[in-house]
């Protein structure tokens, strides 16, 4: 997504393109390779970011025709990571603080989890997920968007084993998901805590987002 002079994103961004920003926090973060998901005729974007790394992160493209839904478009992309965790960003999210990708992964490494969330406040409960936890900050349950006037913790990134991995492919596989609505990546997530997957986080206190996509 390119922004214009007038363009709200622009003092965040510093003029990039959004998904090079991601790209540049990601690098900045120590990830040295990430799988970008597209749509048949969005060659657009392999025009731009071309098949070399982009500054330290080698990318790889993976192929999604007529994604229905965020989960089917994640499971793309895991089937190319093997026995490796998996950090997932969402390149229309600019989040703060920048190191919070670098947190996240330290986190996961002592947490002994299948997977950890990167958490930040909000009280924007009608745009995002909010996330109830216990004392220790395992995550007993995801409400997706709950309503207007909902403040908590949402959030923003996610890294998982390759055991999570597979159950997200056999969830996407096998039709798992919600027959009534779109699925959301919260239905994969409470799925697996009904399953006995642990499923901790990360709260960056100071930390904030903003989805491209839903401005105000």
């Given amino acids: 997504m390119q922004r214009g002079p007038d363009d709200p994103f622009k003092a965040a961004t510093g003029g990039r393109v959004i998904i090079e920003e991601a790209l540049r926090i990601l690098d900045s973060n120590g990830i040295a390779a990430a799988v970008i998901v597209t749509a048949p005729g969005k060659e657009d974007i392999v025009s731009r970011l071309g098949s070399g790394p982009f500054g330290g992160v080698h990318l790889t493209y993976a192929s999604r025709p007529s994604s229905p839904s965020v989960p089917h478009t994640v499971q793309a992309a895991v089937a190319t990571a093997g026995s490796r965790n998996v950090l997932l960003w969402f390149p229309d999210i600019l989040v703060e603080p920048e190191s919070?990708?670098?947190?996240?992964?330290?986190?996961?490494g002592k947490t002994g989890a299948d997977v950890t969330l990167a958490l930040v406040p909000s009280q924007r409960g009608d745009n995002v997920d909010i996330i109830?936890?216990?004392?220790?900050?395992?995550?007993?349950?995801?409400?997706a968007k709950p309503g207007p006037g909902i403040r908590g913790w949402t959030w923003v990134a996610a890294v998982w084993t390759a055991r999570f991995s597979a159950f997200l492919d056999r969830f996407v596989r096998f039709s798992h998901g919600p027959a009534d609505r779109e699925w959301q990546m919260a239905d994969v997530l409470n799925a697996g805590l009904g399953v006995d997957f642990i499923v901790r986080s990360v709260k960056f206190i100071d930390g904030n987002a903003l989805d491209v996509g839903t401005p105000d």
């Fill in 100 to 108: 919070l990708a670098r947190g996240l992964l330290e986190a996961h």
């Fill in 132 to 143: 109830s936890l216990d004392e220790g900050g395992e995550v007993g349950a995801i409400s």
